[in-house]
């Protein structure tokens, strides 16, 4: 049986439903973040504070930080799975195959800013949840992506064309296939040599991303809008080690997670939009605002992959259907 929970060393050998006051527990959290990054300061470390209050130290987190369980932010979902950890930060987008509802927050229209990306996440977070066999702790938006370049400015649609853009899942590639230029996948760890170096053109993600990845001295120009939403980031918990836990413990958990908690994520990567803006700009970036003809005109070239998207079906309900539930409609 692969390993769920670990016990301090006060912990008894009791049953896990066991609900005695002297027990303590710890939960493995696992994630590939380093120590500064938005979704650690915004949603793990909070996350573990408010469980260690509330369970007044009887219940907590021990973070693996920056990949200390596996560097491949893609394998966290099955470790998750394997038991490997309890607790892991999982983007959806770098499997988005295996999280097919998910991935259509990445749509155009669904929503505008971190804090909006969040709220239409939570909004549909009933249909969204048959994507996991896991339990969400929490799910948050860093937000649409911008689109940093190395050599081409993109003012118009025909800027645009030809280009070959990195982009975050394969869920942004057939919309950006039909802006005329070339979507890859690529790890996010290659992306500034890859930029630097001229093996892509450009790189699709949100602004909070910048100065993580250090692109501001990669690009010259930044164009502030493109016709999509984004992929959020999930805090998720291995169903059989929540189960394993004793009810007072289980509260605990609920109470430690759940809407406060995405809010956070979503707070968190505004204030890193912001940043991430302002880091290009001070690193003489030339900041591109698209018009609203010119978005216009983005988003009539995208209009036909979007409409032939929205009568097919994902599991009992089409595209349109869950698109409708992101958007409160």
Known sequence: MPLLLFALAACSPGSQGDDDEGVSRSLVLAHPLPPLAPPRTGVIVPFSQRLAEVSGGRLTAVEFIGGALGSDARRYYPMLLEGVADIALVVPGYTAVTFPRTALSAFPGVCDSPVDCTAALQR?????????????????????????????PVRRLEDIRGLRLRVPSGVEMPFVEALGATPVQQPVTEIYQRLQTGVIDGIVMPAGAIP??????????????????????????????????????????????????????????????????????E??????????SEKARFLGAVAEVYQEELSRRIGDATVAEILAELLGG
């Not at 690193?283 to 018009?291: A, F, M, N, P, Y």
């Open 124 to 152: 549909g977070l009933g249909v969204l949840e048959d994507d996991y066999n896991a339990r969400i702790l929490a799910m948050w938006s860093p937000g649409p992506p911008v689109l940093v370049t190395r050599d081409r």
């Open 212 to 281: 993580a990845f250090r692109l501001q001295e990669a690009a010259s120009f930044l164009t502030t809008w493109m016709p999509l939403s984004a992929t959020p980031v999930a805090l998720l918990m291995n169903r059989s080690a929540y189960d394993l836990l004793a009810p007072r413990e289980r509260s605990w958990v609920d109470e430690a997670s759940g809407a406060w908690l995405s809010e956070s994520g979503g707070r968190v990567f505004e204030l890193a939009t912001a940043r991430g803006l302002r880091v290009a700009r």
């Open 283 to 292: 690193s003489g970036v030339e900041i591109i605002d698209l018009s609203d």
